[in-house]
């Protein structure tokens, strides 16, 4: 299969990266790094063994790209609009799109755009981040699960599958709403209390108020899943991240990083939209709705 | 009639030297401003005139003050409990003790310690600081209203509002319930915010996000207020708070006064106790619940 990376980051470049490293014809869409990875490669550090890929199909311009059978795309979703442009040229009739992007309402965005496209979410638990041009760090986990969201062939999910199992990568396919939502039972305590509170998931669990502030917002969530059918997304699972959570290193979310990095915040796809959805659904998020009030706040005071 | 002021900062400071000023027989209680009130007066500088007191009746304890007929207590709440061993000795049978300080249940708890003691809340609506020993500093406003809790005899609350009135103060008499709660509808809101995204209310309210967040939390108060069968605290209320605040200076609660300046928050009286009020009553207040923990998150980082 012909892949295609759209979104060279920390999780772009790694899933891309080891799917290369393992014979897979890849080719990347570059921004900044173009220059400096021609001429350098592309660089892995990894938990799970390091790599450089000397020389990698790498393209400046989307136009420019082959169709490719598999596109994962692992833009932030702040800049969600650029789909519109640079799926057209690598999409076929038969291409599976992987957004392995962060929140709710991507895909149903990205359908509305491309109406005839084959969308998947992808669905990372990984700790990887770029490190400099052509540079990425992969300091832990980077398991991946697919969920189907309008792929009309199931081989070609299998087949991606298949192929990330023999890259090294822990893959599988799941139920796509329920992935999306219990995504967001954990994504939407931490991001943005991490961001208002100025601290990690260690300290937001040792103490007693905001311990019991994330699992409110935790079943505030489990609520809204409930009211929109969404099945599994329940109080055993709440409790399941919290004690998975409580074992995890001192951890910062992506939104975090992205604050502190002055980079904009994705507040849209992480709050907004499932904000929106629920109510519509009669589920008010109550304090998850505060928080993307501070959240739009704060993003403003730092422009 | 003789008063006590037990709390000399900024508010007891200006209500105590206000009518001390106007011939008033007043009695002063002094932490660690003692010696220099002693030696240099009590100083009051007031946007409505300003002016020294040479000679004050300075007392370094409670317990050498006489009984008085009105004792003004200014204390912050983070020290309630000295109270018990505060009132005591200035107090006789037909004392009436008005407590100006923030929040919700103080009169409650006083009462519960000191079962025969007259009560009222003092509602000050005034900017004023301590700005150094025996050194107060009146910016603007100044008002006072007085809500009647315990108090036998209602010619005690008019008598004070007299000589209030005498000395150039604008005061009022209040229903109790009613002038605590519509106090909460402002302070609730803003007090907590203006530290969680560290700003003033001026640009809570700039921002569409949290100018939405403090009315939802305005209107959780409301709700809480109709639980409890406390009347007059109803949408239009809110409305004439969000357009006041408006037309304010860009101010920093006290709240934020004393986080910037590393004293201890008055969580307990401004969150804690209405919010178990609240839900005792049937009407949870989610928006101040999570602004309740995220200051407790605040005070405990803080330590």
Redesign the interface.
Not at 207 to 210: F, L
Not at 289 to 294: D, K, R, T, V
């Given at each position: 299969m012909r892949y295609g990376i759209i979104g060279v980051g920390g999780v772009g470049g790694y899933y891309g990266g080891k799917l290369a490293h393992a014979g897979n014809d890849v080719h990347f869409l570059f921004h900044s790094d173009y220059e400096h990875v021609v001429a350098n490669g592309l660089r892995v550090d990894s938990c799970d063994g390091s790599f450089v890929l000397p020389h990698v199909n790498a393209y400046r311009q989307a136009a420019d790209m082959p169709k490719c059978d598999v596109v994962l795309v692992a833009l932030k979703t702040v800049n969600e609009q650029l789909l519109k442009d640079l799926l057209p040229p690598v999409v076929g009739t038969d291409t599976l799109v992987v957004l392995i992007q962060n929140g709710i309402g991507v895909e149903s965005d990205v359908q509305a755009w491309l109406p005839g496209v084959q969308l998947a979410a992808g669905l990372a638990f990984i700790c990887s981040a770029k490190a400099g041009p052509g540079y990425v760090n992969h300091q832990c986990y980077g398991s991946i699960n697919i969920g189907n969201y309008s792929c009309r062939d199931d081989n070609r999910i299998n087949e991606l599958i298949n192929d990330l199992h023999v890259a090294g990568i822990e893959a599988a396919a799941v139920e796509y709403s329920e992935a999306r939502w219990k995504k967001a039972v954990w994504n939407m305590p931490f991001n943005g209390l991490t961001v208002?509170?100025n601290?990690q998931t260690d300290?937001?669990l040792a103490?007693?108020?905001?311990e019991?502030?994330v699992r409110?917002m935790m079943m505030e969530v489990v609520e809204a899943s409930r009211a929109l059918g969404v099945e599994n997304v329940d109080e055993p699972f709440v409790e399941k991240m919290m004690s998975m959570t409580r074992v995890m290193t001192p951890y910062s979310p992506s939104m975090k990083l992205d604050y502190e990095n002055r980079r904009p915040m994705e507040i849209g796809y992480i709050y907004s939209r499932p904000l929106a959805i629920a109510r519509q659904f009669g589920a008010p998020m109550?304090?998850l709705?505060?928080?993307?009030?501070?959240l739009?706040?704060?993003e403003?005071?730092s422009k």
């Open positions: 208002t509170l601290t300290k937001l103490n007693p108020a905001t019991q502030l409110d109550p304090k709705e505060m928080l993307e009030a501070q739009r706040f704060i403003s005071q």
